[in-house]
């Protein structure tokens, strides 16, 4: 998970490489998730549940590399109805 991209009260976590992770989403909001070591050339994931609380707290969030135009994208492509 990433530092401010996630819900308040959400656990984060961390995995290991080629270790399979089961993570049960307690919250609703928006969770930045990213590979480590392939973060700066933009792995990352966006998940979105239900109200969207912290979405303004989680675009402030800056990223490094191709990181930042993957976020930008998956921002842009969350429906605002």
């Known amino acids: 998970t990433i530092a401010g991209m996630l819900p308040e009260g959400a656990k984060s976590f961390k995995g ?19 590979c480590l070591p392939h973060y700066g050339m933009g792995m990352v994931m ?18 490094p590399g191709l990181a930042r135009k993957r976020f930008e994208d998956l921002f842009a492509a969350i429906p605002t109805n």
């Open 46 to 63: 966006l998940v979105t549940v239900g109200e969207l609380g912290n979405l303004e707290e989680a675009k402030a969030v800056r990223h």
């Open 16 to 34: 290991k490489i080629n270790e399979e992770i089961v993570y049960t989403i307690e919250e609703e909001g928006v969770y930045g998730i990213k």
